[in-house]
């Protein structure tokens, strides 16, 4: 009985055994169909990098437009289809009224008003989308409030442009009421569309309400509050968009408003655009310090903009740039930084001075250059902890000094002057910071290629060629001066040198440009004196190889002219004495560059 009883239980658990065998060999070929989704998904979720994997999936999500749709949730396509609906049965019935007659242009713009506070009273009862600061995509209860947005822009617009039942004052005070109520949502909410729209729309506001006539004050007024409104959701939130849309916009509206071709003398001495963009240019310039400076703080109130894939290639690019330039890593906000507080002042100046017109432009050169001395002031006694912010401290007041200058000085002169505050910079800046040092190699070149370009173009005589030579004389002194430093250093060596082959070539522009009018012979011959003391130079210990190549390749020149220009121009008397200097200025050349000979004299050995 017992032995019956032990067979049946035997076989029922081989049974159970053979059961559980089938089930995991079906688990097993299951698994290996997912493995290689679950591998693929597994890679690219692991990657450290945060921009690459956030590019990899968009490249996934354009690739396969099927994943995209199956993804979103229904509540997703729900509720946007049905503020679609909305939207579409409001304008269908508004259109089937109209055709019977039954609304009158009031009652659509009461409708108007009615429906948008019905949708915005809608977003409040629904609660927040629970996303991350950075997310996108818009939840029901955004939707909504951009539903309500929209109608009651559409309904002010209506009642002044096609009903004209109100005067377009009122309309525009509705559209800045209206971009208040979209900066709250967007601060509220921390929905960056909202932002977008409020600046977007408030800086488009004078033209798609355009009125008869304008008032000066009354625009500086407006422009004013919309930049105002800008700043203080940049500041607040960070979001890269809205500062540079604020920053474009106002600048180019203020160079319409103040171009003499479109208004004329209209704007000249006008009193609220000088406040308006005097007070802009402050606030421009110091709006991205103060943000960083508010973020340190911890506060809550001010949050960091959420990486996104756009502003991470961004610093990347930067970063390159930087580092080709021998700087160092940058921000999310670098380029915001540097953008706004080099240029708000000089766009500011140079509107100021179209709408003085009357005023001279060194009284702007005077200003760009204390507020140079002010940057620098500060940057020398403040201790910031910040060193990008110390980085453009010394860059500002390096640029708008430079530009001062220009301003200030006429136009021989100031080329010298420019290249004594490059020479300067290079000479008292740190290597730490690349900034200022970048600017002063770039004034440098364009100081001499505007003397080259000039003694190319010009003719002068008298005083005037006099003023241009002396000047150059200075100019090409404190490049050879820069030259000599940056060849001195590891890491500006190519540059130093490029500078001193263009600045010497220039030199020997300028002595055929001056010589060659008194007599042609005394360019060859001060080019065979030159040529032979850069050779002989070059023999000294500590000196650089550059030396050699230059007077190598102004002795080749000499060769050129005597044989090419002076043989058959001059007389033969004169003719058989250059080439006798000549020859004698290369056989001393030759003797002081024997191997074993210093550029001094030697004494013999008794």
């Not at 200058?405 to 008292?428: D, H, Q």
Request: aromatic content about 10%; overall charge neutral.
């Amino acid at each position: 009985m017992d032995s019956s009883r032990d067979s049946e239980f035997d076989a029922r658990l081989a049974k159970i055994e053979t059961a559980i065998a089938v089930l995991q060999r079906s688990l097993d070929a299951l698994m290996a169909e997912r493995r290689p989704a679950a591998s693929s998904r597994a890679s690219s979720s692991g990657s450290p990098p945060i921009a690459p994997r956030r590019r990899q999936n968009a490249s996934n999500s354009t690739s396969d437009p099927l994943s995209w749709f199956t993804s979103r949730s229904p509540e997703w396509w729900l509720s946007r289809v049905g503020i679609g609906f909305v939207v579409l049965a409001i304008l269908l019935l508004y259109g089937y009224a109209i055709d019977h007659g039954w609304i009158t242009p009031p009652m659509r713009v009461f409708a108007g008003l009615v429906v948008g506070a019905f949708l915005f009273r809608a977003a409040t009862r629904v609660r927040p989308h629970a996303g991350s600061a950075g997310d996108s995509d818009l939840g029901f209860r955004e939707l909504l409030f951009g539903g309500g947005l929209a109608i009651w822009y559409v309904t002010a617009y209506a009642a002044a442009v096609w009903y004209h039942l109100i005067p377009m004052f009122a309309a525009r005070l509705a559209f800045f009421v209206l971009g208040i109520v979209s900066t709250w949502i967007a601060l509220q909410e921390r929905r960056e569309i909202f932002a977008i729209v409020a600046v977007a729309t408030g800086f488009a506001t004078p033209f798609i309400l355009p009125a008869p006539a304008q008032s000066v004050t009354e625009l500086s007024l407006y422009l004013g509050a919309v930049a105002a409104i800008g700043l203080i959701i940049y500041v607040m939130r960070g979001w890269h968009s809205i500062v540079w849309i604020t920053f474009i916009a106002f600048w180019w509206i203020v160079a319409m408003q103040t171009s003499p071709i479109a208004f004329g003398s209209e704007r000249l001495g006008s009193v609220a655009i000088s406040i308006l963009v005097f007070v802009a240019g402050a606030a421009f310039t110091r709006a991205p310090m103060l943000r960083r400076q508010l973020l340190a703080l911890g506060s809550p109130r001010y949050t960091a903009a959420p990486a996104t894939s756009g502003i991470e290639g961004l610093m990347e690019a930067i970063d390159s740039l930087s580092k080709t330039l021998g700087g160092g890593k940058s921000s999310p906000d670098s380029l915001i930084v540097w953008f706004l507080t080099l240029l708000s002042p000089v766009l500011a100046i140079g509107f100021l001075g179209q709408v003085w017109a009357r005023v001279p432009d060194e009284f702007s050169g005077v200003v760009l250059v204390l507020l140079g001395a002010g940057a620098l002031a500060l940057f020398t006694r403040e201790s910031n902890t910040d060193a990008e912010i110390a980085h453009v401290e010394v860059t500002a007041a390096m640029l708008w000094t430079l530009i001062g200058v220009g301003r200030i000085v006429p136009t021989p002169e100031s080329l010298p002057a420019s290249a004594m505050l490059a020479a300067l910079a290079i000479n008292g800046v740190p290597r730490r910071f690349v900034g200022p040092r970048v600017l002063a190699k770039l004034t440098i070149g364009l100081v001499i290629f505007a003397i080259a370009g000039h003694e190319l173009s010009f003719d002068e005589t008298g005083l005037v060629h006099l003023r241009w030579v002396t000047s150059e004389i200075v100019a090409l002194g404190a490049a050879a001066f820069i030259a000599r430093r940056l060849v001195a250093e590891p890491g500006d060596e190519i540059q130093g040198m490029v500078l001193a082959g263009a600045g010497y070539f220039t030199v020997l522009l300028i002595l055929w440009r001056t010589l060659e009018p008194v007599w042609a012979p005394l360019v060859t011959a001060s080019y065979a004196a030159l040529g032979a003391g850069l050779l002989i130079l070059s023999r000294r210990e500590g000196t650089h190889s550059l030396l050699k190549y230059l007077g190598g390749a102004t002795m080749v020149i000499v060769v050129g002219r005597l044989l090419f220009v002076d043989l058959s121009s001059v007389e033969t008397i004169w003719r058989v004495l250059l080439f006798l200097v000549c020859g004698a200025v290369f056989l001393y050349t030759g003797y002081r560059m024997q191997p074993g000979r210093a550029a001094g004299d030697e004494k013999p050995n008794t």
